[in-house]
């Protein structure tokens, strides 16, 4: 099997059984979308879905909670990873967005990336999701199972895994792409035990037929 057809086969697999690819994070604008983000480095989304409802009633917008001190958001977000520079990121970013950016987000990842506490991932999550950008973010999961189906082969770190990705993913599927492994890899191609007999795409998953008749 070619990598070519690994990537055909498990694509098209994806288009048709998972028609809705979205994040799993609660917002309702783009700037709280960038926040729980933001929060859900090293962190579950279950875990910051629980932590936004209350600090989206309050901040609802950049305007109000560039006007938060960092202390005043550690409050609301304290039971997520690293509340201290969560909370100073999120104070500063807001600040930085009203003044340089006239309160919009930009869309371009390199701006993005000047936001204090915005990364490469999460830059390329803002501009796959709000600005369907061929952008690939890749943590855990898409690092897992990206390498465990055979989509990626020997990459050492999420770079390498990205640029392996997009240089067989087509471009307009990478927004999507990005979301069906996050989820294939929540809810099937688990960490521990993944669910191999229930998974539509074994047949072209390497580690399926590595281990098959073991």
């Known amino acids: 099997m070619t990598i070519r057809d690994r990537y055909n086969y498990v694509l098209n697999w994806f ?13 309702n604008n783009d700037f709280q979308l960038l ?13 910051v879905n629980l932590i936004t409802p209350k600090l ?37 970013t807001s600040r930085m967005l009203v003044e340089k950016y006239n309160g919009k987000l930009p869309d371009d990842v390199d701006e993005l990336q000047k936001l204090p506490g915005v990364g490469r991932k999460t830059a390329h999550v803002i ?3 709000l600005f ?5 973010p890749v943590d855990t999961h898409v690092f897992r199972v990206s390498a ?8 050492k770190n999420v770079l390498q895994t990205e640029k ?15 979301h069906w492994l996050i989820l294939h890899g929540r809810y099937v191609c688990t960490a521990r035990n993944p669910k191999c007999s229930s998974c539509g795409i074994s047949a072209f998953c390497k580690f399926y037929q590595q281990n098959a008749n073991k």
């Not at 926040?35 to 875990?47: F, I």
């Not at 560039?66 to 990873?81: D, G, L, N, W």
């Not at 392996?164 to 990005?178: F, G, M, R, S, T």
């Open 164 to 178: 392996q990705l997009v240089k067989y993913i087509p471009e307009n599927d990478i927004p999507d792409a990005h």
């Open 56 to 92: 989206f009633a309050d901040y609802p917008d950049v305007q109000k909670m560039s006007c938060a001190e960092p202390e005043v958001i550690y409050e609301y977000i304290k039971s997520c990873t690293y509340p201290n520079s969560k909370a100073k990121h999120l104070s500063e």
């Open 15 to 27: 288009r048709i059984n998972m028609k809705i690819a979205e994040t799993e994070l609660d917002y």
């Open 132 to 136: 369907r950008q061929p952008k690939m």
């Open 35 to 47: 926040v729980a983000v933001m929060l859900s480095a090293q962190c579950t989304d279950k875990r």
């Open 127 to 129: 501009a796959a999701v």
């Open 148 to 155: 465990r189906i055979g989509l990626t082969n020997n990459a």
